[in-house]
């Protein structure tokens, strides 16, 4: 499993699935690659690939691969929530080795200055549920699980050349969108509870995050002995008119779009090309 520092030891894995097993990714996949809940981002930045060839999964997901930089990597969809875990673990047995979750945070109220942040998430917790049902002790769900300190390496180096504004942060796991973002819809009991699940996950040491999907890919990565490490745009949730990718929030998000995606695969490349 991995250590503290993110780094992997040498026992065996405990998830043993392979290619012939799964449902969803029926294909050999490279060994580094991006994945991302939302499907239309994946679309877009796929087009950077040459020599791109889409993959289909009938219950919604695609899989680009193609090369960037004369490197094979992949591009795939995952579901919203905890069903990411079904995609994650066929990618990985499927022949992935490393994987960066490019995603959006879930934090309520950002900064206006996150909108030009880089979040590298090098821990994630609070991940209950998917954790039982992988088999852990009940007793031991919940706790961090750190991201690869391979990857994180190889993003702080290229965030470094590139002079961009990043900032490493834990991501706590939102299982439930509204409740932890909106406890105040809840009926008082329900709020109550939620509100003191919050002020249990605050952090003094360090700053936070939330989304729905970093968590469950991290456990994964540590339950396979692989690596996965996860970055987050900030993207306008609050506009009750407007989406994050709509009117004036697209043309902002699409243009730290460009730089994310650049960044990332340019961290991945620094990692051996097999």
């Known amino acids: 499993m991995y250590s503290e520092q993110g780094l992997l030891d040498d026992s065996n894995p405990?998830?043993?699935?392979?290619?012939?097993d799964n449902l969803f990714v029926r294909i050999s996949v490279p060994d580094r690659g991006i994945v991302s809940s939302n499907q239309n981002r994946i679309e877009r930045i796929s087009t950077v690939l040459e020599q791109r060839e889409i993959y289909e999964v009938p219950w919604g997901p695609k899989i680009y691969i193609g090369l960037y930089k004369n490197?094979?990597?992949f591009m795939a969809s995952a579901p919203v929530g905890?069903?990411?875990?079904?995609m994650f673990t066929e990618l990985?047995?499927?022949?992935?080795?490393?994987?960066?979750?490019?995603?959006?945070?879930?934090?309520?109220?950002?900064?206006?200055?996150?909108k030009k942040l880089i979040k590298i998430i090098d821990e994630t917790d609070n991940l209950f549920g998917?954790?039982?049902?992988?088999?852990?002790?009940?007793?031991?769900?919940?706790k961090t699980i750190f991201a690869s300190s391979e990857i994180i390496s190889?993003?702080?180096?290229?965030?470094?050349?590139r002079n961009l504004f990043v900032e490493k942060r834990v991501c706590h796991h939102l299982e439930n969108y509204h409740a932890l973002r909106t406890p105040e819809k809840f009926s008082p009991k329900r709020r109550e509870a939620l509100e003191?699940?919050?002020k249990a996950l605050k952090r003094d040491d360090k700053k936070e995050s939330f989304d729905m999907e970093s968590a469950v890919l991290f456990r994964v990565a540590k339950d396979f002995k692989r690596h996965?490490?996860?970055?987050?745009q900030t993207v306008d949730k609050e506009n009750k008119n407007q989406g994050p990718y709509e009117g004036k929030n697209k043309a902002q998000a699409l243009e730290m779009e460009t730089v994310f995606t650049d960044y990332v695969l340019s961290a991945l490349l620094r990692l051996k090309c097999k």
């Not at 405990?14 to 012939?20: A, G, R, V």
């Not at 979750?101 to 900064?111: A, C, I, N, V």
């Not at 998917?130 to 919940?142: K, N, T, Y």
Request: a negative charge; aromatic letters at 6%.
């Open 228 to 232: 996965a490490a996860a970055v987050l």
């Open 71 to 73: 490197c094979k990597v």
């Open 14 to 20: 405990d998830i043993l699935l392979e290619k012939q």
């Open 196 to 198: 003191n699940q919050l």
């Open 82 to 86: 905890s069903g990411s875990g079904l």
């Open 154 to 161: 190889a993003l702080n180096e290229e965030a470094l050349e």
């Open 130 to 142: 998917f954790e039982r049902a992988s088999g852990l002790d009940p007793s031991a769900c919940g």
């Open 92 to 114: 990985y047995s499927a022949g992935a080795q490393y994987i960066v979750r490019y995603g959006s945070d879930d934090l309520k109220s950002p900064e206006p200055t996150e």
